[in-house]
């Protein structure tokens, strides 16, 4: 099974919509949960970190995480075409040694918000 | 400005050639980290160093050498670079590991190997 599951996409939202975008993962203890945005050519930036069940909202953005389902998601309201930009996800596996930091990353979803 | 960055931003070379893409961060972060981003294939982890001389293996080490000897430059070096290395680049940093600590990613570094 590979670690981290995103539909590719792309995904298509009209302008003010909420845009919905999805993530599994495969380590149930992980305990970090990462949405990281990335434009064409640009480097991806962190736009929303979770680490308990349930919702976090910050903005536009709401993270959900379900740690039985090993399920990640981001939900975007109000989609604007600035939004339009690949979304990745990522988690932190417990891996074999003390200290590692070795984020995984989902292959990211390609979001598009259409005027 | 906290911020790592990376040089050069771009680089066409020939392969065998052994070059060297710097990175360098001004938070006083512990883990550094490299990372290739390939069309359908994602970003991949190349190495990643845990403090100054301390580095390990990511998921595909092969080809690539890494060096810490202080907390802030963590260097990529391709000894003989070859084609299937032509990709896009990013360094990134950590304050430390577990939860609650994020990544931050330098701006890239895109290679060309011919």
């Known amino acids: 099974q590979k670690e981290v599951e995103q539909n590719s996409g792309p995904l298509s939202v009209p302008e003010g919509a909420i845009a919905s975008l999805n993530c599994t993962y495969s380590?149930?203890?992980?305990?970090?949960f990462f949405w990281y945005r990335q434009y064409s050519g640009k480097s991806p930036e962190l736009i929303m970190s979770?680490?308990?069940?349930g919702d976090k909202e910050d903005g536009r953005f709401t993270a959900q995480l379900n740690k039985a389902s090993q399920y990640v998601s981001l939900l975007i309201r109000d989609s604007q075409p600035s939004d339009s930009a690949t979304y990745l996800c990522a988690f932190l596996p417990r891996r074999s040694g003390a200290g590692s930091y070795q984020l995984t990353f989902g292959k990211g979803t390609k979001l598009s918000v259409i005027p | 400005e906290a911020q790592v960055t990376q040089n050069p931003r771009y680089l066409i070379t020939v392969t065998g050639k052994k070059l060297t893409v710097t990175c360098s961060q001004n938070?006083?972060?512990?883990?550094m980290s490299w990372y290739r981003q390939d069309p359908g294939l994602g970003l991949r982890q190349i190495y990643y160093s845990m403090n100054v001389e301390v580095t390990d293996k990511g998921d595909v080490p092969e080809g690539y050498k890494v060096s810490r000897k202080e907390k802030r430059n963590f260097p990529l070096i391709l000894e003989s670079p070859s084609p299937n290395q032509t990709s896009l680049y990013f360094c990134a940093s950590t304050p430390s590991a577990g939860t609650g600590y994020e990544q931050y990613f330098g701006p890239g570094t895109r290679l060309t190997v011919t």
């Open positions: 979770i680490y308990s069940n």
């Open positions: 938070m006083n972060h512990e883990y």
């Open positions: 380590d149930r203890v992980s305990q970090s």
